[in-house]
């Protein structure tokens, strides 16, 4: 940038050097004019240039510091800040750039990272779906087996609890029955059996009795 | 504790005291509470309740209760003794007891024993057989 302008300020000079350069060369005409060629036969023609260009050295001397002021104050009051400005402005532009550049890397970053993710989760729900599936036949067929179970436990207890109450209700039948019939024949005998028959029923059962002691 | 064992004691030995030639007869025990009064024991209801208890008990060992539930030949009761006294080794009287329940036949009771002959008592066992 520096060089930059260092360059326009040469050619910005150029201008007053031809500038200058012309003035010079219209003096040395008028000068060489009326005596020509007594002034190009004789005498130091440098010298003599000088004197009539009228270049003398302070002058020259003035003129360069008077250049070297004005190209002082220019490249510090007007070159130095708009190149500082410039840098600044093309750090800020390369910084963008190696930002946007780093944004970029890191959203494909990302962008590949949320695409594996995105394959490992459907890898793992498909990983889950499998196992719950397989999960959910196993406890369906488990369910069916205890259920089978429990229906066949309960009909056998059903069924125990029928063949209970069959005896029971048997049991019931033949204890009535012969209830009634040790009633009925109770009833029957002593309304049947005299006195007589009593006693002679008593005295061969109280001799069975000694019999059967003895 | 120990004065109920001593009673208890003492009870059996006034029961032994009763018997005449192993059984327990009225005059015996007629001896045997006038000497306890005149004794006049501590404790003498106790004793006495005791004895009464126990007494029960050896008239009850020593008796034959037949139930019937009419009349029976002497015969009868005299096969029952002799029987019945053969078999539990000591003197056993029997002793009639009527009981219309059993419709014929008898029922003997000895102590804890008891032997039915009834018409009744082989129904029931007929209608536990049968059930």
Redesign the interface.
């Known amino acids: 940038m520096k060089a930059t302008f260092i360059t326009l300020l040469l050619v910005l000079s150029l201008p007053l050097g031809l500038v200058a350069a012309g003035d010079a060369h219209a003096a040395l005409d008028a000068v060489l004019a009326p005596g020509e060629e007594a002034a190009s036969a004789e005498g130091n023609k440098l010298t003599m240039i000088t004197e009539k260009f009228g270049v003398t050295v302070p002058t020259l001397i003035a003129q360069m510091i008077n250049f070297c002021l004005v190209a002082f104050v220019l490249y510090k009051f007007a070159v130095k800040p708009i190149a500082a400005t410039l840098d600044e402005r093309q750090q800020k532009i390369a910084d963008g750039l190696q930002y946007a550049e780093e944004m970029k890397a890191q959203l494909a970053e990302a962008e590949r990272e949320r695409a594996e993710k995105i394959k490992q989760a459907a890898i793992d729900a498909q990983k889950i779906l499998t196992e719950s599936r397989e999960q959910s036949k196993e406890m369906i067929e488990q369910k069916t087996q205890e259920a089978a179970a429990q229906a066949e436990a309960i009909i056998r207890k059903a069924s125990e609890a029928t063949e209970l109450e069959r005896q029971k209700m048997l049991?019931d039948v033949?204890?009535e029955?012969?209830?009634l019939?040790?009633a009925t024949?109770?009833k029957v005998?002593?309304r049947d059996?005299s006195?007589a028959?009593?006693?002679t029923?008593?005295?061969s059962?109280?001799?069975?009795?000694?019999?059967?002691?003895? | 504790m120990k004065r109920d064992q001593k009673i208890t004691r003492l009870a059996k030995k006034l029961v032994e005291l009763s018997k005449d030639n192993g059984v327990v007869t009225e005059a015996k025990v007629g001896e045997v509470l006038a000497g306890l009064k005149q004794v006049q024991h501590r404790h003498h209801l106790t004793v006495l309740k005791t004895f009464l208890n126990y007494l029960r008990r050896e008239i009850a060992l020593q008796t034959a209760v037949?139930s019937?539930?009419?009349?029976?030949?002497g015969?009868?009761?005299k096969?029952?003794e002799?029987?019945?006294s053969?078999?539990y080794d000591r003197p056993i009287t029997a002793v009639t007891k009527e009981d219309?329940s059993l419709?014929?036949?008898?029922r003997?009771r000895v102590g804890d024993d008891v032997?039915d002959?009834?018409?009744?008592g082989r129904?029931?066992r007929?209608?536990?057989n049968?059930?």
């Open positions: 049991s033949r204890q029955v012969a209830r019939v040790v024949s109770s005998l002593s059996l006195d028959e009593k006693q029923f008593s005295d059962a109280a001799k069975e009795l000694a019999s059967a002691g003895n | 037949v019937t539930p009419g009349a029976l030949s015969a009868a009761l096969a029952i002799t029987t019945y053969k078999m219309t419709i014929a036949g008898v003997v032997y002959a009834s018409v009744a129904l029931q007929l209608a536990e049968v059930s």
